[in-house]
């Protein structure tokens, strides 16, 4: 499952995309937890020491356009994008 | 109880070059707290109808965050109030830093300034005088050159400056207020600085500013300044807010060519991220505000220029001359925004005021060689000359140099359809078509279109195809206005949000170990809605009605053209509905002033 990466969790995985070692469908602790198998350096700042969320402002939006619903399974084909809460100042 | 702090209120009037001071009581600060609060509080006793916001009568307001010169982090800053020019309503901004602190320092809560001063003047505020100074020599100059004139004169490097470039001079409606290298920049406050011949205000200050409980505020601060330097705010500390480019994007809500499209082609190219990764061709530096730990300023220069060009790249600026204007070259976008802090203008109108001209262009209704370069989306050649025109008000600049809505009107031809603005505020850079509460709390906002009083963005873009109901859309845009007041009342900022478990329970505790005067959560939220209930009190005496609470016809007439929100548009009369659950819930609420039709 390839990921987008945007923010804090780009800048700390070095690169734009990541891909999870993940075979069909994921459940949002279960995507989770396989990101920060795959970029350790997001734990703590983009994902909790838990390793079951995302620190908040960071966001998981499917296609960017919807967040999964509770235990909603979602896969590659949901182009999951890692991103953030925009505000400005 | 006693408010701990300083209390004293400055009234300064430069027709007759009169300075009168005198203590605020206990009643003031348990009523409106501080910031925007207080500020706003001064004006609803001063302005009892209509009046020119460029006359004498007009009042600026300056009231000190009450947590400036503590040890709370994030809040040496301050409320900057008057009547806009740009919208003839109520205009509260904020500035902070070294400024915010010193204002504590010479013992005051606030100072109001009306009058229009003969010849150019400096006011001068010393602990316990206040002096007028000439400041002819000072006209033409930037705010830094000012800041560096005045404390040569004065051989002490230390004194805190604020003061207008040359667009506050020209009167320009969107010019800005610069203390600190920071300005209190929407809606016009240079111009009414301007208008009465003040160029600076010079602070010196050293007291003590007592502080009621010493060991708790310094307990709860020590608490909020550790979560500041985490998690929660690593994106304004390592990335800064340009990095809002990439992600806006992503989800197909980035403003383009004057919302003309909702994706932008050159997003890659233009965003401050892309500088910050490409080290062997850029400069970083990193600003922020005195006491604050965050350390939110990016700045950015070629490294083959000079390192005193280096410009913020905040994303409300990057957006207003790179997507807005379709221009996808970050030097030309840099160059526009550092242009802009050295005349002294909004970065967000300005860069509006060239993507309304643009289109105006390309439908014929103005010249393209207006400003030399062809004026056309796209060409990061036009920014700087226009920025320059605009300043200085000449030929078209002059034109867009009072805003988008009274531009349209002197063009005509239909070019209302291209200004972007609600009350005349131009609008900031998020997509009303795809934030359904952002585009209700962006209609409603007392000042026009400002994203941080009307921040109902955050829930939409958590799930941006949520389907919601419109009582709990109303209760989130009341919920975010009145937040936003609190915020700014006692004064913090905003991106240290997230620091806080409970924010209203955190901070009236804050407030209280602070300033002395006992406040709990239900007390914080009651004065916020008090404030916000004097800010539509206010405008109401103006001339707002709740007809003024509209958004441009474009969002609702011309549907996103392409990507993923392809199609989006806002229903009128879905958006009507919304206006009247909030109004209704603002009533439920208790709000004792016009609140518009049900």
Known sequence: ?89 | MTYAGPRDLLEIDLSERTARRAALDDAVFADALGGVGLAVRLIDERVHGPLDPLGALNPIVFAAGPFASTPVPAANKHALATISPLTGLLNEGLSSSHFSAVLRRCGLAAIVVTGIADDWTTVVIESGTVRFEDAAPLVGRSARETTRALRESYGDRSVRVCAIGVAGERGVRYAAVENDGRQAGRGGTGAVFGAKRLKAVVLRGRGEVRIADPERTATISAALRERAVGPKTAKYRVLGTGANLRVLQRMGQLPTRNFTAATFEGAERVTPERARESRGSYLELRAGCAGCPVQCEHLYVRKDRDRRSAAASEYESVWAFGPNCGVDDLDAVLDAIGLCDELGLDTISAGSAIAFAMECAEHGLIAHDAFGPELRFGNGAVLVPAIEAIAQRRGLGDVLADGVRAASERIGGGAERFAMHAKGLELPGYEPRTLPTYALGLSTCTRGACHNRAATYDRDLRNPSEERADAERARDAIEAEDRAVAWDSLVLCKFVRDCFEDFETEASALWSAVSGVPLDARGLREAAQRTWERKRAINARLGWTPADDILPERFFAEPIPAGSNAGRRIDPERLAELRATYEALRRQAGAAVPVGQA
Do not use: H, K, Q, W
Not at chain 1, 52 to 68: I, K, Q, S, T
């Open chain 1, 1 to 89: 499952m390839t990921v987008e990466l945007f923010g804090m969790s780009r800048a700390l995985a070095g690169r734009p995309t990541v891909t999870l070692a993940v075979e069909g469908t994921v459940d949002y602790a279960g995507f989770v937890r396989a990101l920060a198998d795959a970029v350790p350096a997001l734990v703590p700042d983009v994902i909790v020491p838990a390793r079951d969320a995302l620190v908040e402002p960071n966001l998981l939006l499917l296609d960017g356009r919807r967040a999964p619903r509770g235990g909603e399974r979602f896969g590659a084909d949901d182009l999951p994008c890692v991103l953030f809460l925009a505000s400005g100042g």
